[in-house]
């Protein structure tokens, strides 16, 4: 699978300066790469590593050039670039076409002649799997669900009854599509399940980590546009609806009918209210919480770092007693003494 | 499966308001619904829509009805009548009695005859399964665990050793009941397993989302009352005890040995510390964190909201110097001048 | 599997004061242990309970014991002293050797003959199982996996391609271990994957929570060292590095490239920003949020518990205008009134 540097120039139109000779079999680290590898840099925290590097080549933007000790491809996007080298490298596995003996799949599903059922999967009555997709072993799919083609599920996924996933879409171990919204109405004092009726639409290219929920609508559909990239442990609530190429990172907890717009960019751990609206290129930081519509596009945060505890333990009892300390600023600048029994009136 | 508005007044016990021969198929949201389907309000920020609803028909209540354009079922909790209507318009798929030719079941476990058990389904010995209880497919039912009458397990739910699941509850994909808690001795800086010896039992009517997750008890059981109701993405640690008809967002984790109280509502991402009891009736808004007793009934919070980024990193240098800007009000309070100075003594 | 107090304190190294031939079958809680049931106690919090007790006896250090009315085992570190009798009256349920009938082994797999394989299990080509291994139902074990002696997967545990787990670990269920990191490169304004190869390497002791997520390396390893033990629903990201006998609570996220320190204690819903290093011994409170790097050992917080709602929102909104209240403050200490138009400039 390897090539060698003016191959990989040629095929990914890059500028290359050292031996078009050079042979590439792996990529590596700054840091880790030796005879063989390919590396990238972009991050400038990273310029002394690049300085030292004993990759075979690194792949880099042209105002780094001079700054590697080892040949260059040049690239626009060196990551992206560097990204598509290494799927050239290291492709993924192939999957043999067909329905393993152990998978239990209706006859009245349908199933592409070049798609590849794995061990102990099922598929159920109404479903569909397009060319040359990947259902890993266990994975579970429901009545009437829609997988596209070349739709890689990984292993243990669960799509319920009639969601859909776009083409080249790739969903890790653990991932649910469909599983009923949170929805229940208050009768005396106790609660009564609202039936969740809609459905889930999973765009194309959208790729779906470990272990993250996708709730079905609760009468209309739950909606991830095409290109949205969602890390693990990420719980999208009912009738949420995810604009294209927005990337979620792990652990972010989205409730129902929230809107995102696309492009956006949420970090771990955010969290995002339901029945709001957030519109596109909105950057949401760690652990940002957003209550509140946001209109503008920009960066976003609420988060507070971490102090040692005997520091924080004396601001938090200030953070407290804020309202008093603000009541007393407040008459000090009216001239007053700002004692404190006159803030406790 | 349709249904006239005269029907649906009679069984539902709603007063009707409108021609009792219109026919109702599905549901609908007031925006979305169109002929033959039947919406329902209690939204005020949606009085626009009602007013401009195509439905064939409203589900509302008394004082409501004069603004909605189209016939009405008045209802005293229309989202509660709502959902029951919805009920019955899509009913959940019925699934054949028997066992799955691919099942794995010990002799030595008790399957009711009118319960169905799917495809990839393990049954370990001396589980029981109760009349008309769902096992979907993948669904692990470890030894001795009871699942009760009606109960819906709907695909690879794992329900550990000796945990029981009260009659008519669901639980989703990914559930996992009576996982071992965690629970470790110190002992010489390392650390010594502790037995998770007590069980989990889960009460009537609770409804348990996609990849929740309740430990079983380190010697008593965890326990969840009856008709507690838990969103995806849960965790409840070992000896959490939880109150009937409470309900929990998604993405909240709640640490071992706490116990909630009955009626309560947890919103998204909150977090309830170990060791603590909260009383009846406590509503905690999106990401309230708990870390001590709650005796008395009402809304707790602690959550703040973004800002814009700029913004978020002026006031969050404040808050991380306001025990010092403290000191310096007292300082002014007493007559000084509050220099810095004077408060890093 | 009973033992008697003297069996106990000579095979525990205990000090016994009490009759040594009462006879231990069971452990329990101090206030619910009977006749037959050992308690222990090390929470002080508890000690009306230890002098209320009718367990048959209680594991305790020396300067507790006189204020227990029931016979002690004295020992230096009770906790793990009593974990180890519970492990012994509660010894984990025995596998039986061999491959169920059920289970979809590759024969280019090494299964050790002492090993157990369950029921649906699947077990790819190259995957090495060790040793008295434990494989419980419905896991799935990929191509080139490798899983240690005596190491317990309880059930519906994935490892993808490649990943290793270290002798006598324990992965509850629902966990997956080696799914690709999150890992994109920007290309006009939509992302590239970038392939992630790197592995995922799980140490010796380790325990790892259900439902809980460690991702592959981008390009070298996750690493996850010996004795670390990790609750349910923790997310680890991608090159990942945690220290020896570190302690990971529920709800933890822990992004892309941290590394963590040894002996460190994560409580519950953590977050660690990426590309950070935590050193040896740090302990982060509930929901403590970390950003940068910590480089001395200690306690550290960031979390704001709960108030009444309406008292909540009162210090939030000062604290929205904490910058404005802090201008103000110094306009005071100049000499000035502080007044709202000296500080909107």
């Known amino acids: 699978m390897g090539a060698t540097l003016g191959e990989l120039a040629v095929r990914f139109g890059c500028e290359l300066r050292g031996d078009p000779d050079v042979r590439i079999e792996t990529v590596g680290t700054l840091q880790g790469a030796g005879p063989g590898a390919l590396a990238f840099f972009v991050n400038p925290r990273l310029r002394d590593a690049l300085s030292r590097t004993r990759a075979a080549a690194v792949v880099l933007s042209a105002e780094s050039a001079t700054a590697c000790p080892v040949p260059v491809l040049v690239a626009a996007e060196p990551h992206a670039t560097f990204a598509r080298i290494a799927t050239l490298l290291h492709p993924p596995r192939p999957a043999a076409a067909g329905v393993h003996a152990s998978a239990v799949v209706s006859p009245a599903a349908r199933i592409a002649a070049s798609a590849s059922i794995g061990p102990l999967v099922v598929v159920e009555e109404g479903a569909r799997v397009g060319e040359r997709a990947q259902v890993g072993p266990g994975c579970v799919i429901g009545p009437g669900a829609v997988v596209g083609d070349d739709v890689v599920l990984v292993a243990r996924v669960t799509l319920c009854q009639g969601v859909s996933v776009g083409a080249r879409s790739i969903l890790h171990p653990g991932v649910v599509i469909g599983a009923d919204g949170f929805g229940f109405a208050p009768e005396r004092r106790t ?10 639409r999973v765009g194309e290219d959208v790729e779906i980590g470990a272990n993250t929920t996708v709730d079905r609508g609760a009468i209309e559909d739950t909606v991830i546009a095409e290109g949205v990239k969602i890390d693990n442990q990420v719980q999208v609530g009912h009738n949420v609806r995810i604009g294209a190429h927005t990337a979620i990172a792990g652990c972010v907890g989205i409730a129902g009918s929230a809107t995102i717009g696309a492009r956006c960019q949420l970090a771990g751990q955010v969290g995002v209210a339901g029945h709001l609206s957030i519109c596109d290129d909105v950057v949401l930081t760690a652990r940002a919480l957003v209550v509140g519509d946001i209109t503008e596009p920009g960066v976003y945060a609420s988060a507070v770092p971490v ?20 009541r007393k600023v407040e008459a000090l600048a009216r001239g007053g003494r700002g004692r404190d029994d006159e803030d406790d009136a």
Chains 1, 2, 3 share one sequence.
């Open 307 to 326: 102090e040692k505890f005997a520091d924080w333990r004396r601001i938090l009892a200030r953070l407290k007693r804020l309202d008093i300390l603000a």
């Open 191 to 200: 609660w009564v399940k609202v039936p969740q009726v809609g459905g889930v």
